[in-house]
Nanobody, 131 residues
């Protein structure tokens, strides 16, 4: 059963740090990257960051570049069907307020922040940055 489960959201102060986790399981990660998207109030969903599995170049949207880090745990199961990916965003701004989604876009040792390539989505988690 495919699962993408986000955790770590909530209310955070402006200037603070956010760490989100995505636990992904139930599908072959050799053919997928893990990405984070977000939807701010009144705006369309946008890509934030992605990381290929098992390795490859990471990508960051301009809105978080330089203050964000995406990483994965180093535990790789034999069939590569379980992974946890972390998104850390520093120096939070009120405009980072959004619902954040973990997603699995298709790709072999590559990733792209394209919704068209996403086969699996998490349910989303709310992050609110207080000013």
């Amino acid at each position: 059963q495919v699962q993408l489960v986000e955790s770590g959201g909530g209310l955070v102060q402006s200037g603070g740090t956010l760490i989100l986790s995505c636990s992904a399981s139930g599908f072959n990660l050799n053919y997928y990257a893990i990405a984070w998207f977000r939807r701010a109030p009144g705006k369309e969903r946008e890509g934030v960051s992605c990381i290929p599995t098992p390795d490859g170049i990471k990508y960051y949207a301009d809105s978080v570049k330089g203050r964000s880090t995406i990483s994965r745990d180093n535990t790789i199961t034999r069939d590569n069907t379980n992974i946890t990916v972390y998104l850390q965003v520093n120096h939070l701004k009120p405009e980072d307020t959004a619902e954040y989604f973990c997603a699995a876009p298709s790709g072999f040792r590559s990733c792209a922040l394209s919704e068209a390539r996403v086969d699996y989505w998490g349910k989303g988690i709310q992050v609110t940055v207080s000013s």
